[in-house]
């Protein structure tokens, strides 16, 4: 008897994880096949997409990249048809044929449809972590309450993930520790006084991982380490002092989990964002990636240190952003947001994100999120303030 094919939306099709998903799912057609696609600008690149996938529905952000792409698929003699706009999107995310949705649309804009995913009771693989540093407690909720199945993408949560027992009523009591490792990105040796001169080019140039340009910064930065230990609390039900972050230059070990037995379970890879997906998309099961295997006898060393708080100052807002009032944490990811946006315009030094994420969090009194509008609102206020702050901080 064959089994039925889980079809699947991509939300951020486009993007390094989203061409990466596509990747995968085109080495196993027997097993899935694609609903719908999302993106924001890249119009050729979708219509190269829904030219090999044939999806039903393709979304763009705006009504003229919209147009647009309606016009070259009407020319290529292509049927997909072509939506715009935010309720869409969150269309394609809660459609009821829809079996599986990968969450990869960067940040906090992948809100709204990961919550209509999680209400339809959908398979999410959330590659967007800023959507549950938004929304920590609201998010994991609606996932409780929708039914949803939340498997973790980014490569840290879904080592995690897989080195924990698959019944998660157990986690809180064999959880000692939760260790995150991070790479450090390109700028891990260098002398804190020397980082005003780093360019885009050189934040965006990470030594492991091929990703998009604003987590390419936040890796830089450590501020995507920072969101993970967020997004890490909310996942397994930890404490705040229950995690740990260790540097790791080689990126083999992805990230680890110590019990309370003291043992330590590690799940090792190389730096391939195909092998999460290909857990998400499977899961229980396993299925071919793509990825390169590990040779150990090619490995000269595997090291491990903690991180230096004056290069990464950043990283310690995770821990206080989870111990300050409800909302803290979407303050601090807005204002990252609009920081690193700064900064990649060139509007802003690379050494002064973590200014302009201090001085909004220093400004903006957050109240505690009841729903997605309030969340919203709280973001918008985060984002205006530290709009003001990187003028104040402007190159």
Do not use: Y
Request: glycine share 6%; proline share 6%.
């Amino acid at each position: 008897m064959n089994t039925p094919k889980q079809r699947v939306t991509v939300l951020g099709s486009t993007g390094s994880v989203g061409v990466s998903t596509l990747d995968v799912i085109a080495r196993h057609p027997e097993r899935f096949e694609v609903f719908a696609l999302s993106a924001a600008t890249k119009v050729d690149e979708m219509l190269a997409q829904c030219a090999q996938f044939s999806p039903q529905f393709a979304v763009m952000a705006s009504a003229p990249h919209a147009a647009l792409l309606a016009e070259k698929l009407k020319q290529s003699n292509l049927k997909t048809r072509v939506l715009t706009g935010k309720d869409a999107i969150e269309k394609i995310a809660s459609h009821d044929e829809v079996d599986a949705v990968m969450a990869a649309i960067v940040g906090a804009a992948g809100l709204g449809p990961c919550l209509a995913a999680a209400r339809a009771g959908k398979r999410l693989l959330l590659a967007n972590k800023e959507a549950l540093v938004v929304s920590g407690e609201l998010f994991m909720r609606t996932v409780r309450e929708g039914g949803a199945t939340l498997l973790p993408i980014d490569s840290e949560h879904s080592a995690i993930f897989q080195s924990l027992p698959e019944d998660p009523s157990t986690w809180a009591r064999r959880i000692d520790k939760i260790i995150l490792t991070a790479s450090g990105g390109p700028f891990r040796t260098r002398a804190p006084d020397t980082l005003g001169t780093v360019t885009p080019e050189q934040a965006c140039a990470h030594p492991n991982w091929v990703m998009g340009r604003k987590i390419s910064v936040d890796s830089a930065t450590m501020m995507n380490k920072a969101l993970e230990v967020i997004e890490a609390r909310h996942l397994f039900g930890v404490s705040p002092e229950q995690i740990e972050v260790v540097i790791h230059p080689q990126s083999v070990v992805h990230s680890m989990v110590q019990f309370t037995d003291a043992s330590v379970i590690a799940q090792l890879g190389t730096p391939d964002m195909r092998v999460p997906i290909a857990v998400g998309l499977a899961w229980p099961e396993r299925i071919e990636s793509g990825a390169a295997r590990l040779d150990f006898r090619q490995m000269a060393s595997l090291t491990f240190d903690a991180p230096d708080a004056a290069l990464f100052p950043g990283l310690g807002l995770a821990w206080h952003a989870l111990r300050a009032a409800p909302g803290t944490t979407a303050v601090l990811n807005a204002a990252n947001e609009v920081a690193v946006e700064a900064f990649l315009d060139r509007r802003l030094r690379f050494d002064r994100i973590h200014a302009v994420n201090m001085e909004t969090l220093e400004t903006v009194a957050p109240s505690k999120p009841a729903s997605l509008a309030d969340l919203l609102a709280l973001d918008a206020s985060a984002r205006a303030a530290a709009n003001a702050a990187a003028l104040r901080f402007a190159a």
